[in-house]
């Protein structure tokens, strides 16, 4: 019965089309195509949140995807509907709910649940913000234990918006003016102060509600009193505005590349400095962070860099007392986030002992750098791998993988240089292993289902890929361009090394995506791989073919013109 449908099938699909048979209509009317999972990077991500109090990161896109990772295996996924641009997402304290802001200034009230063994992801409620004069909503802020989410306007006001139904009730006390808010400031000049660009909940008094203008107007107001309770005045046209975790601080970022930090005791003009120094002329820092002691901190921000020397890196540096690094990526900075470390007292509970490591999200892959060792390296993730980090240029799926082979290459398992040996810092959510089949389960792993994916790229690299679960990881990596030597280009002359005195700002190249290839013909064109013999034939774009078997044991091969 299966052969006669796959032979009609290839009839429908090879041979020339008839009247009333191997039309489009026909092969849709009987066969579907569904997709089962999605392996990779995400496409077109725009913004990154993680929580502290559940161990989850989140990832929304621009298609509408929203995506909950937690510990290798916990992975739950979900669309907004209709499809949305996720501008920003918050998790709501320690509740299992997620909110999620559209482009189009639409809210989305998600649930996690836990049905069986399997994590589900439900929306609850969306909202379309409407209201006379907010243009756009640019930021929104859950304050802790709190029934409404704070929602910044374009227009310059604020929404308290309620969490139980979702819903704006146009109350003259659900809305923050910004002529009220900067009032003391201003004095009887009502000069607009712009949009919100950033608020922020202080995390020891959840009432204070820290409320930044565009052009850099600053106020501190509380959601009890509906009053301010002290303003700032501005410095420069601000970018972001975040609280120490002390809540006695914050630190603001501006467009002129400069970074200020303000006490609330204080109403005076806060201590403003430019990391990247006074005399060039910056780019912005559109997002900042600030952990640790005023004096020995850390603090990581991006952007900052000067606009003629560095104007093309995307970066994201970190600076803790005198020392700065930037990290250099190849593809555009998203956002980023910090994983505290937290320490269980038992008479205080858990409280944050310092910065575990910080997670960057670029356009192209995402990226976790490892804080507490020295030289600060990348953490080897076990999902999120970027199957494109060289361009993929063939496939091969090896679907029920035999054992031993399998246990072979996990023996040879790939091991990036300049690595951190510390585990994956997001730890968040169960995996139940099951070795009985099940649709519900998270991860399902037995002694002959598993499944490897082997891909060729334009660099020259063959990479073998864990498919058997949800999470796609890299198992093995070989290299072909090794093999060669460039005689067409002419040996460059060696350069005299810069004195360690003028090497500044430090830049660490960080990632793996690279989508450039200095040689064409190391492209992989084909790639057949037979498990039984433990044998691989390889083809070039140059013309070149490889015949590889996999050694139980390291071998040293040499080669010849």
């Known amino acids: 019965m299966a052969g006669a449908a796959f032979r009609r099938l290839k009839a429908a699909i090879f041979k020339p089309a008839e009247p009333g048979f191997g039309s489009s209509l026909d092969v849709r009317e009987e066969f579907g195509v569904v997709r089962s999972v999605e392996h990779g990077f995400p496409h077109r991500p725009s913004a990154i949140t993680y929580s502290s109090h559940l161990g989850l990161l989140a990832i929304g896109c621009q298609s509408g995807d929203l995506s909950l990772f937690g510990q290798s295996g916990v992975e739950a996924s979900c669309r907004h509907d209709p499809e949305s641009s996720v501008v920003q997402i918050i998790f709501l304290g320690k509740q299992m709910r997620v909110l999620t802001v559209g482009f189009e200034n639409d809210l989305h009230l998600w649930s996690l649940e836990n049905k069986g063994d399997e994590c589900r992801i439900t929306e609850q409620a969306s909202y379309q913000v409407v209201y006379p004069g907010i243009k756009r909503v640019s930021v929104a802020c859950y304050p802790g234990n709190s029934q409404q989410i704070a929602v910044g306007t374009e227009g310059g006001n604020v929404l308290l918006i309620s969490l139980d139904k979702l819903m704006f009730s146009n109350k003259h006390d659900d809305i923050i003016y910004w002529n009220k808010a900067t009032e003391p400031i201003q004095g009887m000049n009502k000069l607009h102060p712009g949009s919100v660009e950033a608020l922020d909940a202080c995390p020891t008094d959840p009432d204070k509600l820290l409320i930044g203008f565009e052009k850099g107007t600053l106020c501190l107001w509380s959601l009890a009193q509906k009053a301010p309770l002290r303003n700032f005045p501005p410095i420069q046209y601000l970018c972001s505005a975040v609280w120490h975790p002390d809540g006695r601080m914050f630190v603001t970022s501006h467009e002129d590349g400069s970074i200020a930090t303000w006490s609330v005791e204080s109403e005076q003009h806060g201590r403003s400095m430019k990391p990247y120094g006074l005399r060039e002329e910056c780019r912005k820092v559109q997002h900042i962070a600030w952990r640790g002691s005023q004096d020995n901190g850390i603090l990581v921000f991006e952007g900052g860099l000067g606009r003629q020397q560095h104007g093309d890196k995307f970066?994201?540096?970190?600076?803790?007392?005198?020392?700065?690094?930037?990290?250099?990526?190849?593809?555009?900075?998203?956002?980023?986030?910090?994983?505290?470390?937290?320490?269980?007292?038992?008479?205080?509970?858990?409280?944050?002992?310092?910065?575990?490591?910080?997670?960057?999200?670029?356009?192209?892959?995402?990226?976790?750098?490892?804080?507490?060792?020295?030289?600060?390296?990348?953490?080897?993730?076990?999902?999120?791998?970027?199957?494109?980090?060289?361009?993929?240029?063939?496939?091969?799926?090896?679907?029920?993988?035999?054992?031993?082979?399998?246990?072979?290459?996990?023996?040879?398992?790939?091991?990036?240089?300049?690595?951190?040996?510390?585990?994956?810092?997001?730890?968040?959510?169960?995996?139940?292993?099951?070795?009985?089949?099940?649709?519900?389960?998270?991860?399902?792993?037995?002694?002959?289902?598993?499944?490897?994916?082997?891909?060729?790229?334009?660099?020259?690299?063959?990479?073998?890929?864990?498919?058997?679960?949800?999470?796609?990881?890299?198992?093995?990596?070989?290299?072909?361009?090794?093999?060669?030597?460039?005689?067409?280009?002419?040996?460059?002359?060696?350069?005299?090394?810069?004195?360690?005195?003028?090497?500044?700002?430090?830049?660490?190249?960080?990632?793996?995506?690279?989508?450039?290839?200095?040689d064409p013909r190391l492209a992989i064109t084909q790639i057949e791989v037979c498990p039984l013999s433990r044998t691989m034939a390889v083809a070039g774009y140059g013309g070149q073919v490889f015949v590889f078997d996999f050694s139980p044991e390291p071998m040293l091969s040499q080669f010849s013109k």
């Open 315 to 518: 970066s994201v540096s970190v600076q803790q007392g005198k020392d700065l690094v930037a990290f250099d990526f190849t593809s555009r900075v998203i956002g980023f986030c910090l994983v505290d470390e937290y320490e269980t007292d038992d008479s205080e509970g858990s409280r944050c002992h310092g910065v575990d490591s910080l997670i960057v999200l670029c356009e192209e892959e995402l990226v976790a750098i490892d804080l507490k060792t020295p030289g600060m390296p990348s953490i080897p993730k076990p999902y999120l791998y970027s199957l494109h980090d060289s361009p993929l240029t063939c496939i091969q799926h090896i679907p029920d993988c035999p054992h031993d082979f399998w246990e072979a290459l996990l023996q040879a398992e790939y091991q990036p240089s300049e690595r951190s040996l510390r585990p994956w810092p997001v730890r968040g959510g169960v995996v139940r292993v099951s070795t009985e089949p099940s649709d519900h389960s998270l991860l399902v792993t037995g002694p002959s289902d598993h499944s490897l994916l082997v891909t060729g790229h334009e660099d020259g690299t063959i990479r073998f890929w864990d498919a058997t679960g949800v999470s796609l990881s890299l198992v093995y990596k070989v290299k072909t361009n090794a093999f060669f030597i460039n005689v067409d280009v002419p040996p460059e002359e060696e350069e005299e090394e810069e004195p360690e005195a003028e090497k500044w700002p430090v830049f660490v190249k960080t990632g793996t995506f690279d989508p450039f290839c200095d």
